[in-house]
C-alpha cells in the first residue's frame, strides 16, 4: 500500500508517466498561447500566427488522447480506487484550461481583431499573466499527486495573479470604451480580452476543487 500523504504513484509508475505528461500540455499551450498572440499582434494573422495557433491545437488534440488515456487506466486497472473520483474531477478540470486556450487562439484566426497599438504592451501583460496563472495551477495540481505540502503554496499563486488578471482586464476594458473607437470594434475587443480573463478563471475554479480534494486526502 501507498501512503496518501505522499506520492501516489509508488505502484503505478505508468499512470504517473502519462499525468506528468497531462501537466506539461497545461504549460505548453500557456506557452504557445502568449506566442501566437505575440505573433499575431505583431504580424497579424499571417503564416507565424497560423503556424502558432496549429501547434496550440495539437497540444489540444493530444492533451485529450492523454486525459482519454488517463481516465481508461484508472477505470479498467482499477488505479487508486480511494480516489478515482477526484482524480477524474482534476483531469477534467485541468482539460478545460487547455481547450480554452486553444478556444481563443482560434477566434483571433477567426475574427481577425484590429488591435490598436496602444493596447499591444497590455494584451501581452494580460497574456503573460493568464499563462503564469495556468502554469502555476498545473505545478499545484501535479504537487497533488506527488507533494500535497506544497499545494496550497501553489494554490495562493494561483489565486494571487487571477485577481492581477480581473485588475488588468479591466482597467483595458475601462479606457477601451473611453477611446474614440467604433461600437463594434470596442465590443469586439472587449468579448477577447473577457476571453482571454477567462482563462485564468478557469484555472482559478480548478484551484477551488483541487483544494477540497487535498483537504479529502489529508484527512
Known amino acids: 500500500m501507498f501512503h496518501l500523504k505522499g506520492s501516489l504513484f509508488s505502484q503505478t509508475k505508468e499512470l504517473e508517466l502519462q499525468i506528468d505528461k497531462f501537466h506539461d500540455k497545461v504549460i505548453d499551450a500557456a506557452m504557445t498561447f502568449k506566442k501566437a498572440i505575440k505573433k499575431y499582434l505583431n504580424e497579424g494573422c499571417g503564416e507565424a500566427y497560423k503556424k502558432a495557433n496549429k501547434q496550440v491545437k495539437k497540444i489540444e488534440h493530444d492533451a485529450d488522447n492523454l486525459r482519454r488515456d488517463i481516465e481508461?487506466?484508472?477505470?479498467?486497472?482499477?488505479?487508486?480506487?480511494?480516489?478515482?473520483?477526484?482524480?477524474?474531477?482534476?483531469?477534467e478540470n485541468i482539460d478545460k484550461v487547455i481547450n480554452k486556450f486553444d478556444e481563443v487562439a482560434y477566434r483571433f484566426y477567426i475574427e481577425h481583431p484590429d488591435i490598436p497599438k496602444e493596447y499591444h504592451i497590455r494584451l501581452l501583460e494580460l497574456c503573460e499573466q493568464v499563462s503564469d496563472c495556468c502554469e502555476n495551477m498545473a505545478i499545484a495540481s501535479r504537487a497533488f499527486?506527488?507533494?500535497?505540502?506544497?499545494?496550497?503554496?501553489?494554490?495562493q499563486k494561483v489565486y494571487f495573479i487571477e485577481h492581477e488578471t480581473d485588475l488588468t482586464s479591466g482597467a483595458m476594458k475601462e479606457d477601451l470604451f473611453n477611446t474614440d473607437l467604433p461600437l463594434a470594434n470596442k465590443l469586439q475587443l472587449s468579448a477577447l480580452i473577457t476571453e482571454i480573463e477567462d482563462i485564468a478563471d478557469i484555472a482559478e475554479d480548478c484551484i477551488d476543487e483541487l483544494l477540497i480534494f487535498t483537504i479529502k486526502r489529508d484527512i
Open 145 to 155: 499527486f506527488r507533494d500535497i505540502s506544497t499545494v496550497r503554496d501553489y494554490s
Open 72 to 91: 481508461n487506466r484508472l477505470y479498467i486497472q482499477n488505479l487508486i480506487p480511494d480516489l478515482r473520483a477526484d482524480v477524474l474531477n482534476l483531469v
